[in-house]
Structures are given as C-alpha cells and as structure tokens.
C-alpha cells in the first residue's frame, strides 16, 4: 500500500490501466505538397487580375473570401486578413510554405502575394472545378 493511503480505506494504487494490451497504431500517408501555380511577382499573368489588386485590394479581398463561402466582412475585420485567406489556401490545397512566409509575403508584397493567390484560386476551380470540397 502506498503511504498516502494509509487513512483511506480500501485505497489502491493503479500502477497500469486496464483494458486492451495491445496498442492501436495509426499510420496515414503524408500529404503530397505542391508549388504555387504561379510566382508571387508573376503579376502580368492575368492584368485583371493586378488591377484589382492594386486599386482597389480590400474590394478584391472581400470578393475573394466570399470565394470561400466566408463572411466578406472577414476581411475587413481579422487583422492582415490575407495573411489568414493566404495560410487556408495554402493547407487546404496542399502547397508547401510556412506560415512565416506567408506572413513576410503578405505584409511585405501585399498585391503581389494577392496576385498569386487569387491565380491560384482560379487554377483550382480550374481543374478540380471548385474551392470547397
């Protein structure tokens, strides 16, 4: 008996936890990760595109995030909203980054960080045929 125990009657230490003795091991793939569909000052790629950017980048952005079925106003009130659209994007699809770098990218190159990423938009829904699934 345990010395803590001694005014307690009946006390008893578990030294092991019943139950199974076997251990469930969980092995998953990992993940394939894929390069950006465009580089961050590939700009000119789609003109459209840049312009929005540019002029008028919180319109853009709001647009964007309604892309993602969020609440356009999202980007108007997370602080450096496309840094947090930018890293969703990014782990939803698989693309190889870290968050340090999107956050650098996306405060730093904000339109052109913008650029790519709504390319990238476009290339997914290109190919898979939408953002969400």
């Not at 003795?21 to 990760?33: F, G, H, M």
């Not at 079925?69 to 602080?79: I, T, Y």
């Not at 190919?127 to 969400?132: E, M, P, R, Y």
Request: charged share 20%; aromatic share 8%; hydrophobic share 30%.
């Amino acid at each position: 008996m345990d010395s803590k125990c001694k005014d307690i009657p009946s006390c008893e230490v578990v030294n092991k936890q019943p139950g199974k003795t076997s251990e469930n091991v969980v092995i998953s793939q990992p993940k394939s990760e894929r390069m950006w569909s465009s580089e961050i000052c590939s700009c000119f790629e789609d003109i459209e595109i840049c312009l929005w950017s540019t002029f008028f980048p919180q319109c853009y952005l709001c647009c964007m995030y309604m892309e993602y079925n969020e609440c356009f106003c999202s980007s108007l009130l997370v602080p450096n909203s496309l840094m947090a659209l930018r890293i969703q994007h990014r782990n939803r699809h698989g693309i190889k980054g870290t968050i340090c770098d999107d956050c650098i990218k996306s405060t730093c190159y904000g339109p052109c960080t913008m650029c790519q990423l709504k390319r990238d938009m476009k290339h997914i829904i290109s190919t898979k045929g939408s953002l969400i699934y």
